[in-house]
């Protein structure tokens, strides 16, 4: 079960995916750690401290340890956006991470491709609770949102993380079946989660994560990235987060 004695996190990479929330924190307080800005206070009356992990797989790892660490965060919940790879995954759907890899860690022959050296994983499956409590939230959550005259679609799945923002129909390719020939299905591309769910994973934190569809990844992935996160993705995370704090405080 997710503790709610030890406070929820909720991470993002951008300001613009967290907008809203820290203005709807009660007792909200603001400390810097780890050159971060950490909002702590009540969220419908549940313990949250909110972050923002910056882009990347290192950035992502600083600030999880810091949630962990320093501000006893008992589960860690990342909402943001990310590139479709899924073959029916949209832009303007969701996806919601149940197992995280990532595409670039590559330490063969030594290790097999994937594989986080010395751990013998390669994919690090989310906190089954908190997958389950974030599909049920997206879905309830985002009932009635369209984009582009589409429904949003909840998908859950595997996302793969690197340190690349990926705007190319080859490199998707790439990436997409390199994974495949290994037996993993991406539905979707971003730069931290895996890099979230290993530090969650180490510290026997539970974590999950839900992503807004902003591109398919292709060559047209940075167009109108800045809009869709602030007009689309911004108001399908406080939908989602609103939802699944009210799940879990019950
Ligand atoms: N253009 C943006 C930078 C976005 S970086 C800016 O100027 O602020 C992309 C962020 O969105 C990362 O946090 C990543 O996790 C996510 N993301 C969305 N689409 C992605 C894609 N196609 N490839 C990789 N990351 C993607």
Redesign the pocket.
């Known amino acids: 079960m997710i503790s709610v004695e030890r406070p929820l996190a909720i991470l993002s ?2 300001a613009e995916e967290q907008v809203g929330l820290v203005e709807q924190l009660h007792g909200a307080q603001r400390q810097t750690h780890a050159g971060r800005e950490f909002w702590s206070g009540t969220l419908q009356g549940l313990p949250v401290v909110l972050a923002l992990s910056r ?1 990347g797989k290192v950035a992502a790892a600083t600030t999880t340890a810091a949630l962990i660490a320093h501000f006893q965060a008992g589960a860690i919940v990342f909402t ?4 479709g790879v899924g073959r029916r995954v949209q832009v303007g759907d969701v996806v919601v991470g149940t197992g995280y890899v990532q595409h670039d860690m590559d330490a063969s022959p030594l290790f097999p491709r994937y594989e986080i050296p010395l751990t013998g994983q390669s994919v690090i499956q989310a906190d089954a609770t908190l997958a389950r409590a974030l599909v049920f939230a997206a879905v309830v959550g985002l009932q009635g949102m369209q984009h582009a005259g589409r429904p949003a679609t909840v998908h859950q799945g595997l996302i793969a993380s690197g340190d ?4 190319g129909a080859d490199e998707t390719h790439a990436i997409v079946s390199g994974l495949q020939s290994r037996g993993y299905e991406a539905l979707a ?4 989660g895996a890099a979230v769910a290993q530090v969650c994973h180490d510290y026997g934190v539970p974590f999950a994560a839900v992503r807004t569809i ?2 398919r ?1 292709d060559d047209s ?2 167009v109108d ?2 809009v869709f996160v602030r007009e689309v993705a911004s108001v399908y995370a406080q939908r989602i987060v609103a939802e699944l704090l009210r799940t879990l405080a019950v």
């Open positions: 990479a951008l882009i943001g956006v990310a590139g690349r923002f990926v705007n591309v971003e730069m931290e902003s591109d990844a992935a940075h990235f800045p």
